[in-house]
């Protein structure tokens, strides 16, 4: 029973350290020629995810998430 606790002990610290290290992946701002369109992209494991923000012209905001490129598997 001590070995068992010890054990899911020791897993749960590893847990923690491992989500306190790993970072989330930041969105990268892209260049756009258009006012009303913002790109930012950000590799998420294997996957390029694109996010494109358009504003209308009342100044509302709509958020679209794309995948791009897969890599290697």
Known sequence: ???LLSVIAGM???AFFLFWKVKPSDWIQVETNSPQVQK???MAGT???IKRIIK???GKETAVISNGILGPK
């Open 40 to 42: 930012s992209v950000r």
């Open 12 to 14: 749960l610290v590893l």
């Open 56 to 58: 209308d012209d009342e």
């Open 47 to 49: 996957t390029l995810q």
């Open 1 to 3: 029973m001590k070995f």
